[in-house]
């Protein structure tokens, strides 16, 4: 996959990293990151959200939070590749007109092609609910718990043209009980991903 990854700028305090969060879903996870960077001076600051579903729920957020969120829905074509280009290619002009410098991942739940990867390679970051290599794509809890798996956990990484195999920032375990079904693990697993997410990105936007 090769390491070709270009690192945004330092954000700073006082000059903070324009970042974008990409969602799908309810976006808890968004919400621990507007949360925390109101909390205390951050070195990056959320400017866009966009969502690839006009029914998500973290939409919501922006209006709470003061910042501009939209939804991008997959335009209607037959050709499913050129479907996937074409949304892709409005994704990025939309973070190209508001001078985004840091892409976010955050239950975003679409793979991007390699041609998206590429104009972002390093300046995109996704959350995925394992300890990768262990449990990669769609149903990393499903497959935690399929395996009998005692441990399991989450991991922020760089986001390369393969899933969920780009470079690893960080990861942080959570445990698996006996009768854990999937929608308690992946409530504990959150919870964890609600603090590691936005410490790993005030580690990155500061390096
Ligand atoms: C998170 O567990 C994330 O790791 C996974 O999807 C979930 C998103 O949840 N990719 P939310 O939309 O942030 O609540």
Redesign the pocket.
């Known amino acids: 996959m090769g390491d070709s990854y270009i690192p945004p700028r330092r954000g700073s305090i006082d000059n903070p990293l324009r970042i974008a969060v990409l969602?799908?879903?309810?976006?808890?996870?968004?919400l621990a990151i507007l949360n925390h960077q109101l909390s205390k001076p951050s070195c990056h600051v959320t400017k866009l959200i966009i969502s690839d579903n006009i029914d998500s729920k973290?939409l919501n957020y922006g209006s709470d939070f003061n910042v501009t969120s939209f939804a991008i829905e997959l335009p209607i074509i037959q050709d499913k590749y050129q479907q996937r280009i074409l949304h892709e290619n409005i994704v990025h002009e939309k973070l190209i007109e508001s001078n985004i410098e840091l892409v976010i991942m955050?239950?975003y739940?679409r793979i991007l092609t390699p041609i998206f990867v590429k104009k972002w390679k390093g300046r995109l970051v996704n959350?995925?609910?394992s300890l990768l290599p262990k449990y990669p794509g769609a149903h990393a809890h499903r497959d935690a718990l399929a395996d009998g798996a005692n441990v399991t956990g989450?991991t922020v990484h760089l986001v390369d043209e393969g899933v969920d195999t780009g470079r690893i920032l960080a990861q942080s375990e959570v445990p698996i009980f006996e009768g854990d079904t999937l929608e308690i693990l992946?409530e504990r697993?959150?919870k964890v991903?609600h603090l590691l997410y936005p410490q790993t990105l005030d580690n990155y936007c500061s390096k």
């Open positions: 969602i799908s879903g309810g976006g808890s996870g968004l973290g955050s239950g739940m959350i995925h609910p989450c992946q697993v959150k991903e």
